[in-house]
């Protein structure tokens, strides 16, 4: 068996960017529920997962994390701050950045879950093309539904 000494540091650099869920959480600050629904929303990251501590505490680099949220825009601006409030019309809906005011320049509408540049297309968070003809008509009563009860049918339950 060998003598292995790990290098000076190493082993604060590990515990300072090898993360799990509650830590990526109270980095963020957001809820861990939060986190969990960010790893099964995104592939992305959940293909960051180095290894599993248990059959369900992930763990992940910190600095890959870091990157990747802010690609995705995750957790977005914090309440309080100035949001960037960039607007952009596709398919008949308005997208709005709620991202910080001094974000990249890659705009992020998270409820819609699009994303797009200046002068770019509008994807959705993983990089598709939105789908267009997808916004409903300004009629609602095009999206009422119509129940089929026996007295509609012309039928009053019992012999005619």
Request: hydrophobic residues 35%; charged residues 25%.
């Amino acid at each position: 068996m060998s003598d292995f000494v790990a290098p000076p540091g190493a082993n604060d650099a590990i515990r300072e960017h090898l993360v799990n869920s509650a830590e990526i959480a109270r980095r963020t600050g957001v809820t861990k529920q939060a986190v969990s629904l960010w790893i099964t929303r995104h592939q992305s990251l959940a293909e960051l997962v180095i290894t599993w501590v248990g059959s369900h505490n992930p763990m992940f680099w910190w600095p890959e994390v870091e990157a990747e949220l802010g690609r995705l825009g995750l957790p977005g601006a914090q309440a309080g701050e100035p949001r960037c409030g960039a607007t952009r019309v596709h398919d008949q809906r308005t997208l709005i950045c709620a991202r910080a005011e001094d974000h990249d320049g890659s705009h992020i509408d998270r409820y819609r879950r699009a994303r797009w540049a200046d002068g770019g297309p509008a994807t959705d968070l993983e990089g598709r093309p939105l789908l267009g003809g997808t916004v409903p008509t300004s009629d609602p009563r095009a999206f009422r539904r119509r129940r089929t009860t026996p007295a509609r049918l012309g039928k009053t339950g019992g012999a005619a």
